[in-house]
């Protein structure tokens, strides 16, 4: 965890190096890194380590429909360089953000309290990763619909 919390804060600093600026993304995920990280080298408890995913994933859906409630769209100020999507299509793509990471969180609650942790760690590692890769492959027909100068 300690060389993970050294190595994102060295990448922030490449980035800036390299490139004369910092992305939005890297900046959040490296505040992110530190704080559960610092909390994890710190207290210690796998119990903690193994609620994290769900305080994480919690807070991006409250922070996603936050942004939302106050009028501003997130997602689209993290990728709206990659995407070039209608308003309507980021707050619809934002909402399904939302759920699904309540959605993780549940899971990772279930998983973590009725599993070995062993099926825990595997789940964590093998399991997270592709639904969140089928869950993104799954917006691309949202992504779609809602392009700007896409015709209906």
Not at 13 to 29: C, E, F, W
Not at 81 to 96: M, P, S
Request: some cysteine; glycine content about 8%; charged content about 15%.
């Amino acid at each position: 965890t300690a060389v993970l919390m050294g190595a994102t804060l060295l990448s922030l600093l490449a980035s800036r190096v390299l490139l004369g600026h910092v992305a939005a993304m890297p900046i959040v995920t490296a505040v992110l890194v530190c704080v559960f990280g610092g909390l994890t080298v710190w207290l210690q408890d796998p119990q903690f380590i193994k609620m994290k995913p769900t305080i994480l994933y919690l807070l991006f859906s409250a922070v996603l429909l936050g942004g939302l409630l106050a009028g501003k769209i997130l997602l689209k100020k993290v990728f709206g360089e990659a995407f070039q999507i209608t308003d309507e299509g980021w707050k619809q793509l934002t909402v399904r953000w939302a759920v699904f990471f309540v959605f993780l969180a549940i899971t990772n609650e279930i998983v973590w309290r009725t599993f070995s942790e062993q099926t825990w760690v595997n789940f964590k590692v093998f399991g997270f990763l592709p639904l969140t890769l089928v869950f993104a492959i799954a917006q691309m027909r949202l992504i779609k619909r809602n392009e700007i100068g896409h015709k209906s």
